[in-house]
């Protein structure tokens, strides 16, 4: 995870490539491998990892790395390319902060860090 966040925070910008091994290390899947997850009926788009992979599919970056950002999380998109994800937890907020090129990267990273360091909803 560590080196993946090195490779976003040197990014000069998201492309495909890049966004599928973040989608890899989030949800454990490739969003072009054609596999599916299983959801109820009817769910097919409700799927963050398929919602993910159809957003990296048209280039729509940030909205592809806000489906990143954990269920019951905040984020907060800064000037100059900062982001931060953000939760209460045992009564006070706790954040993990990013600055990269885009606000993209930004909140890739910092979604990352959070899971790096095992602090998940």
């Known amino acids: 995870m560590t080196d993946l966040i090195e490779r976003l925070e040197a990014a000069e910008g998201p492309c495909r490539e890049l966004m599928i091994d973040v989608g890899l290390a989030v949800f454990g899947k490739d969003p072009d491998s054609g596999d599916e997850y299983t959801y ?4 097919w788009f409700n799927s963050p990892w398929r919602r993910f992979g159809a957003l990296i599919g ?3 970056w940030e909205q592809a ?3 990143l950002v954990p269920e019951g999380w905040d984020y907060t ?3 100059r390319g900062e982001a931060s994800v953000h939760r209460s937890k ?3 907020r706790v954040f993990h902060d990013a600055k990269a090129q885009t606000p993209a990267l930004s ?3 910092a979604t ?3 899971r790096a360091q095992g602090d998940q909803p």
């Open 40 to 43: 109820p009926e009817g769910a």
């Open 58 to 60: 048209v280039e729509a």
């Open 65 to 67: 790395a806000l489906v």
């Open 77 to 79: 998109l800064y000037s």
């Open 90 to 92: 045992n009564g006070r």
């Open 107 to 109: 909140i890739c990273i």
């Open 112 to 114: 990352l860090k959070a």
